[in-house]
């Protein structure tokens, strides 16, 4: 059965409230400034909300309908999903549907959290059953160590080397250099990338994602209220999410995109050679890679030559990450999940905040998420239109 | 005993026939104090806060006031110092008896053995060897360990810390047994910061003159001077700490008499 | 290949002690079980009793046909590194003190994906594994890939170290050395490569057949301890409690008396040594203990308490026994409890009757001072908490589990 197209829904007012390494702000200081960020951005007040989807790490001990009380909403749509970087992808999805159906008229998704001095530990030791039982007790606190194993794993499987993993991560500081709200505003060189000190091996300081806090959001609405309130928008030309896919296999290496890609491209009527931009999760570079695989970028396994082949920055063969991405803009917890889509708005409706794609009409958005014992659960992507 | 004596003492004493040794080092807060492990809490320095000095303060007059530990400079130890000795009568600087204040002293050369090893440890033989030159140790009498020590003005060199801990020359415990079971002596004093050797920690037992002295009831005198200037025998010891309320010990000014 | 551990020098005693941190503690209830069994030294998994699935981590559901039916059953370790790395950073405290570290995925023959720590002789992957459960400083389980052939000196991994109380090099404090099992634990510790075994003894004047030869040999230091008395604990604590790593309490008084039989005289006795001694040292040395337990390569790391399998249920013929001895567990639980926060692990030995005097009637098998010594180095060097020596213990323990009721009415005869 073929799925129902989102004709007729679009994303708009992409926002994003800026990124702080520490903050003695909570959760709930950035939501609510994201929050104001959509209604000015919009010029409507919180009362035409209908509709809101949430996602955060450090609410605790609040859901999104603690907020509707703390930010004085009544909206007749609520979400909240804790799916970490998958959570833009999977926002957009259920927002779009419950727009399409009339459960909704205007949905605020957002996504934020604080980074106080030791709130990353905390937030580690607690994130998962799995995490608690069968991670954190060995000293791998977050996903440093699953990622370095996976690594390490997938570099002996495809013969793919740090240096191309490098690549991706210079590139990326290329774009991160125009694009104000990055954190990490100094040129990174090979040597750097190479050079850095080991956080696991194979993983390097730069292979990893500094936490930090802030906010993003956007709005989904019909087509018709964006032109009604004179906003630019990007159509959703497909969607899709999967979680724990493959549960068999020993060790991650391709994720839910295999089983779904198929179906997104049709449901999108293109293929990835028409991408003009790629937004992919980046928490850490293989995963990077894995997405381009599993996304029909190259055949599985063939990641190494295509990162040969091709180049990363804004003007390059294939722009990947625009913004910098997490890797040099920061993670800001759960709006790590939101940074790809709020970007490839701004490139698909011109308004970008750094460089920006030439004449950049479709736009791929993936997001990867939740590192519940030695994997990442939650994949999801979208294809994005210019209007 | 007849009042001559005294006088014939004091006579002596004025006249030059009897020499008086000083065997203090000066109090002051240059000079070092002993150090534990960082988890034990510390002996306070020797610190002087003047009070006034014919000034605003107090015109007409000149004074401090002090703060040390018991334990600071040329210091007494009484056998309550130890938990060998908690229990023992007379036990403390305002019990012990005045008279073991005043008793003959027995000065073992080591100087030559303990510049070649700071580590140097002095043992039943060596004082068996002593005794075939200058007699049996009288009871009684204190043991004074000459290594010249007290020679060493740098701190640092007096300490003598490496990554191991203190190097000072001591005495092992069978020496200290020999002493206080087989020669029934009054305590035994050095020249360094401890009665026992800078390693004395890892010995077994620890800290063993600490242990036998006090557990037998015996003194200990450390940071002494000019051990140097004794005769091996004859010499006269006084050293009387300060009568502290259930002390564990105090700085002296340890004096020595002695004849040419 | 693991270097073969160098005896420790004295610590710095200038330097500050480093104190003693411990790996994340907190577990779910249904994971405590893979703890439980590492208690014990074994590795025990979520097997599902419908259709056979082994998992890990520990569900609450079978993660194959969904059947709640999921028992715990020992599992074989064997099985594949098919990944490894070196962690070079951790944001808990006790890890940052300890890397660089290895950590491996594992697929075990038995189906399942674990992520282990990694002994330092494992090959790089892909290679062949075995796959232990052992207690980490917190007293929680925590897996480890050793060689699939044992090396040279693979106890001496720092890692593994973690997880155990080897004695080499260690200083050992026997409570009570007179008797013939005081003995053989003193020896057992000699030979196990102890710097030092301090040995208690109480009543100096008493002799005891085999003694002397003991008190020759030069790791061997006796020292006066009579636990019944508070003034001596502390005397001995104050003089050695701040180097002991080890102390083993061998300390028993036993003499064969009923409930019924006259007299509390007998009753005391047994509690003075065997609940209120152990209390006392408890007091006297567990704090020293404590705060020694991350200092060098060789910290203090234990503390041994001799119990009784009658400690978990009573034998009426030797009742008051029985009593201070389930006295004597109750206080060691609390003790593991309160010595967990330094990493210190509280072994609990419970021997079925030991041929000694005081068993004389017992009939066999009786569990030889020997073997209970030997078990006592064992369980040390392996990192076990709870030590059943000796077929009567394991007889007594099984039926124990089963049935407590049962084996309560079966005692009533023996």
Known sequence: MSRASYEGVVIAAPVTIPYVRYSTKDAHWFLGRVLAALMKSAGIKKSRLDGLCVSSFTLFPDTAVGLTQHFGLSPRWLDHIPMGGACGVVALRRAARAVQAGDAEIVACIAGDTNHVDSFRQNLANFSRFARDAVYPFGAGGPNASFALLTSYYMNQCGIEAADFGKLCVAQRDNALMFPHALFKKPLTLDDYLNARPIADPLKLFDCVMPCAGAEGFLVMTEAEARRLDLSFARILGAIERHNAFPDDPIQLRGGWTLDCDDLYAQAGVGAADMDFVQVYDDYPVIEVMQLEDLGFCPKSEGVDFVRRNTFTVGGTLPLNTSGGQLSVGQAGAAGGYLGLTEAVRQLTGHTLGAKVEKARRGLVSGFGMVNYDRGLCSGAAILGAP | ?260 | MTPALIKPKPRNPVSALRLPTLPPPARSRSALRLTAAAAEGRLELQHCADCGTVQYPSRSACVTCLSHRLEWRETNGAGELISGTVLHHSNELYYRERVPLRLGTVRLDAGPALLVHLQGDCAAAPSRVRVSAHLDKSGQAVLIALPAEDTANMADDPMLREMTSDPKFRKVLVTDGKPAVGQAVAMAMVEAGADIVWVGVAEPWKQAPGFDALTKLKQIEIVPLDVTDEKSVEELAGVIGGKVDILINTAEFHRTHTVVDRGTETARAEMEVNYLGLLRLAQAFGPAMRVRAAEGSAPATAWVNLLSIHALSALPSHGTFSATKAAAFALSQNLRAEMRHAGIRVVNVFPGPIDDEWNQLVPPPKLAPVALAEAIVAALRDGIEDVYPGDVAQDIVTRFRESAKVLERELWDQ
């Open chain 2, 1 to 260: 005993m007849s009042a001559a004596l005294l006088s014939e003492l004091a006579g002596a004493l004025a006249a030059g026939g009897v020499r008086v040794v000083d065997l203090s080092q000066t109090l002051s807060s240059r000079f070092p104090q002993i150090v534990l492990p960082p988890e034990f809490d510390q002996c306070a320095p020797f610190r002087v806060e003047e009070i006034s000095r014919y000034d605003e303060r107090g015109p007409g007059w000149y004074w401090n006031n002090l703060s040390f530990g018991e334990h600071t400079g040329t210091h007494f130890d009484a056998p309550v110092h130890w938990i060998s000795g908690r229990d023992l009568p007379n036990n403390t600087t305002d019990t012990m008896p005045p008279a073991s204040f005043i008793a003959p002293a027995c000065v073992i050369d080591c100087s030559a053995e303990s510049a070649r090893d700071a580590d140097f440890l002095l043992t039943a033989e060596h004082l068996r060897a002593w005794e075939n030159r200058h007699g049996k140790v009288p009871a009684g009498a204190w043991v004074l360990m000459r290594s010249d020590w007290s020679k060493r003005s740098d701190p640092v060199a007096y300490q003598n810390f490496d990554e191991t801990g203190q190097h000072t020359p001591g005495p092992d415990a069978r020496a200290v047994r020999f002493l206080v079971e087989e020669r029934d002596v009054l305590g035994f004093g050095t020249e360094t910061i401890g009665t026992d050797a800078g390693q004395a920690a890892q010995f077994r037992p620890p800290y063993p003159c600490h242990t036998f002295m006090h557990g037998a009831g015996r003194y200990g005198l450390q940071c002494l001077a000019n051990l140097d200037l004794l005769p091996p025998t004859g010499a006269v010891l006084i050293a009387a700490p300060l009568k502290i309320l259930r002390g564990s010990g105090s700085p002296v000014r340890a004096l020595a008499l002695a004849t040419d």
